[in-house]
């Protein structure tokens, strides 16, 4: 498509897209959003097939104070671009499978990430702005929505907000910008709200070792994150077990309802 604009890729599987987004050569760059965590719109070709991406480069380290100005090396916060390739892995690893495909990639010098641009989709914030935010199956809707607060939860992702959940015409919600996700932190910051886990999600949860975590996620996190995403991986499983034992297996464990056939039609 000579624009690719809201024209899917020819292909689905997450491995060849990766492979294209790789080495597709950058045809266009321009910048989208604002401040330091703003995204780059890319236009890529492989094999004359044009298609888009997101590219991160952002990478900022810095020490919270307290309030005195006295500096708490315990304190360290980042936004950094490569939180999305760690976010995609943990996805993809507990079968979640929402958080769109991503690679590392150094493109005009900047190291950072690129992401496939999803086509055809809506930010959730435009649809409730536009009061276009009409789920036909409400039940669906909320077990997504239960869905990420494991996800956050488990990746101390405090940044999530209706600007980046994406919906696409299956109402499927789809998890994007995780910058400033996983927090040298152990709370849950979502806990209250979550009351719910997929099936399948809890027995990856709960079955997940510790090596096997610290392996998908070692090329993109630093010593600390890697060690209070395991505690909060095992905080997470004892919230979910506590949910259990209060409410009952049946009202806690959920199997997603798969979507309806009637595709959403956004109006521009």
């Not at 490569?82 to 769109?100: D, H, K, N, Q, T």
């Not at 464990?253 to 109006?267: H, I, K, M, S």
């Amino acid at each position: 498509h000579p624009d690719a604009d809201e024209e899917p890729l020819p292909l689905q599987d997450h491995e060849t897209i990766q492979k294209w987004m790789r080495s597709a050569r950058v045809i266009s760059r321009e910048k989208v959003g604002r401040g330091v965590a703003g995204v780059d719109q890319l236009v890529l070709e492989h094999d004359s097939i044009r298609f888009r991406a997101a590219f991160r480069s952002v990478d900022v380290t810095a020490r919270r104070s307290e309030p005195q100005g006295i500096e708490n090396p315990r304190k360290k916060y980042r936004d950094a671009a490569i939180f999305e390739s760690a976010a995609y892995a943990l996805s993809e690893l507990l079968g979640i499978g929402r958080v769109p495909p991503v690679v590392k990639r150094t493109i005009d010098g900047q190291h950072g990430t690129v992401q496939i641009w999803m086509e055809g989709v809506r930010p959730e914030v435009v649809l409730i702005q536009g009061d276009q935010l009409h789920p036909p199956d409400t039940l669906r809707w909320k077990q997504q929505k239960q869905i990420m607060y494991v996800f956050d939860n488990l990746i101390a992702n405090s940044d999530r907000n209706q600007g980046n959940l994406l919906i696409d015409r299956s109402w499927n919600i789809w998890f994007i910008d995780h910058t400033r996700a996983f927090k040298r932190s152990t709370t849950l910051i979502y806990r209250d709200k979550l009351k719910q886990c997929e099936r399948q999600l809890w027995k990856a949860l709960r079955e997940l070792d510790d090596e096997t975590l610290r392996q998908a996620v070692e090329p993109y996190l630093e010593k600390q994150e890697i060690s209070k995403l395991l505690t909060r991986r095992r905080l997470l499983v004892r919230h979910i077990k506590s949910l259990i034992n209060k409410n009952g297996e049946e009202e806690v464990l959920f199997e997603v309802r798969q979507p309806g056939v009637e595709l959403a039609v956004w109006a521009d």
